[in-house]
């Protein structure tokens, strides 16, 4: 019987230590590149990957998450009222008809594949994504999601988004060594999280996209805790990969680490050069800022 991805898991129980003191009283996941929050550009990448089911693992102070994706009859209303149509679509299409929501408390934050591990009974025995919205991937209109399902589908094995980085920053990662199956797509052999440089290897980095199946589960489960003494999912992949076949597959795009500063900055300057209300003017002012330097 053929699988298919129709969950995606979304860990957002993090604190976002890495942007304070932004991150002091607003969830890390709402803060807007250009106009839109990281959360709604990883729901918009899972719905146009086919998934239809987003689970949240939320931790206090995440309510705005679910008031974001909730219906705002108010401000609907409101826009409704004054004849802003336009604006009251894009509200309304914030969260497809066809999409359900489900949040999932982490009551305490014991790493990402405890974080994983809270979505069991919601995902059941059925594979699913896990996306990091943090890691903001741009690939005009089919998303990174998409090209992993697309794999998923053909090789009914899971899959980790993967890219090359700089050798010196493996200890930012986990690390996969791994045999080309074909352009793009690797078969891996091992895997361990945030390795010194020196004993990487390699630099082949998994970022914050990954298709799993259900077995992944009772991996977690019998994975102790790793390094940072949390609960990582690279151990417990490391453990699926002794019974599954895993996929290293380097996606097609642009990613931005928005958990840090200058990836945040980054990605504000270079989705504002490709949002269509805005371009025009931003390049402008870009280009006679820098020939001020």
Same mark, same amino acid.
């Given at each position: 019987m053929t699988m298919k991805v129709t969950k995606a898991v979304f860990p957002v129980a993090g604190l976002g230590t890495r942007s304070l003191p932004a991150t002091k009283a607003v969830a890390k996941e709402m803060l807007p590149v250009v106009d839109k929050p990281l959360i709604q550009y990883a729901v918009e990448e899972a719905v146009a990957a086919g998934i239809d089911t987003m689970i949240f693992v939320i931790g206090r102070n995440k309510e705005s998450i679910a008031n974001h994706f909730d219906k705002s009859y108010e401000l609907e209303k409101e826009l409704e009222k004054s004849g802003k149509t336009d604006l009251l679509k894009m509200l309304r299409e914030i969260l497809p008809a066809h999409v359900s929501c489900v949040f999932v408390r982490q009551a305490e934050a014991l790493g990402l594949g405890h974080a994983v591990h809270c979505a069991k009974p919601v995902v059941g025995n059925e594979p699913f994504a896990v996306i990091l919205p943090d890691d903001l991937i741009e690939d005009g209109e089919r998303g990174c999601m998409k090209q992993m399902v697309d794999l998923f589908d053909k090789e009914q094995s899971s899959v980790l988004g993967v890219e090359r980085v700089d050798p010196k920053e493996t200890h930012k990662y986990g690390i996969v060594e791994h045999a080309e199956a074909s352009p793009r797509v690797g078969w891996l052999s091992s895997i361990v999280e945030k390795p010194k440089p020196e004993v990487a290897p390699s630099n082949i980095a998994v970022v914050g996209r990954y298709i799993l199946t259900p077995a992944i589960f +009772?991996?977690?489960?019998?994975?102790?805790?790793?390094?940072?003494? %949390?609960? +990582?999912?690279?151990?417990?992949?490391?453990?699926?990969?002794?019974? %599954?076949?895993?996929?290293?597959?380097e996606f097609e795009g642009n990613r931005y680490d928005c958990g840090s500063k200058f990836g945040f900055l980054l990605a504000n300057v270079e989705y504002g050069l490709l949002h269509k209300e805005i371009k025009a003017e931003f390049a402008n002012y870009l280009k006679q800022r820098v020939s001020k330097i």
């Open positions: +009772q991996k977690i489960e019998n994975t102790g805790r790793g390094a940072g003494g %949390e609960i +990582q999912l690279t151990d417990a992949i490391a453990a699926l990969m002794k019974d %599954e076949r895993v996929l290293s597959y």
